[in-house]
């Protein structure tokens, strides 16, 4: 019997994030669970909990990891299995948050687009074919979350715990990925995360930068797919 999936997007993101994986995953419920309805990622997991099965494999990406390592640590007995792709553990550092409120500012006064631009300088994805209509994606998505969203999920980061030692207790199979060329959360800190998941398996995508589920899809679905089966099978 197969294990229900939720999925967390990040930040300004919708279910587009994971359009390639959810075509080509055809063998279990998939559920894509927004995180825009609460300013705090407690307040976020409990909504998840809300809508979720009794038991679930839970993958997140970025804002949608924080959110699940927050979802782990509040119900970790409803948890079968864990992915965390191109995120941070640690609480946010003190000079991020400050930077953050121009930036709420900003979008108050109307510029969400021109903020969303900013944020996503170069760097943000991996050089690729595909990445202006991959940044094209991402301003449709943050365009349809809205200024609301974007300070909700502001202020959420910026008071966000520090989850390592959550992750040290993690013992369902659990996968640790991200882009290779992610300058926002770097290789190094999924190292740090797959040292601190006991069995832990890390899968850091070649061509890839932050967003590796669009920018490299068949990659990462296949690292997914293989987790899942752990899952499915422990």
């Known amino acids: 019997m197969t294990t229900p999936l939720l999925l967390l997007p990040g930040m300004m993101?919708?279910?587009?994030?994971?359009?390639?994986?959810?075509?080509?995953?055809?063998?279990?419920?998939?559920?894509?669970?927004?995180?825009?309805?609460?300013?705090?990622?407690?307040?976020?997991?409990?909504?998840?909990?809300?809508?979720?099965?009794?038991?679930?494999?839970?993958?997140?990406?970025s804002m949608g990891a924080i959110v699940a390592m927050e979802v782990m640590a509040q119900a970790p007995e409803q948890i079968a299995g864990l992915c965390l792709m191109d995120s941070n553990p640690k609480a946010e550092h003190p000079e991020v948050a400050a930077a953050r409120e121009p930036q709420i500012q900003r979008v108050r006064d109307g510029s969400l687009r021109a903020v969303m631009r900013d944020e996503m300088r170069p760097g943000y994805l991996a050089d690729g074919p595909n990445q202006g209509a991959i940044l094209d994606t991402c301003m449709a998505m943050a365009e349809t979350m809205g200024p609301v969203t974007f300070v909700r999920q502001s202020r959420a980061l910026q008071t966000r715990a520090d989850r390592r030692e959550t992750l040290s207790g993690v013992k369902v199979p659990a996968l640790i990925l991200?882009?290779?060329?992610?300058?926002?959360?770097?290789?190094?800190?999924?190292?740090?995360?797959?040292?601190?998941?006991?069995?832990?398996?890390?899968?850091?995508?070649?061509?890839?930068?932050?967003?590796?589920?669009?920018?490299?899809?068949?990659?990462?679905?296949?690292?997914i797919c293989h987790w899942l089966e752990k899952v499915d099978h422990q």
């Open 178 to 223: 991200c882009g290779r060329e992610d300058m926002l959360c770097p290789p190094r800190r999924h190292e740090m995360m797959h040292e601190l998941i006991e069995n832990s398996e890390l899968v850091v995508v070649e061509g890839a930068g932050h967003l590796p589920t669009l920018e490299q899809p068949h990659v990462t679905t296949r690292a």
């Open 13 to 61: 993101c919708d279910a587009r994030l994971f359009a390639p994986q959810l075509a080509a995953i055809h063998d279990r419920a998939i559920m894509v669970s927004p995180i825009a309805a609460a300013d705090t990622t407690a307040a976020l997991a409990r909504i998840v909990l809300d809508a979720a099965p009794p038991r679930f494999a839970l993958a997140g990406l």
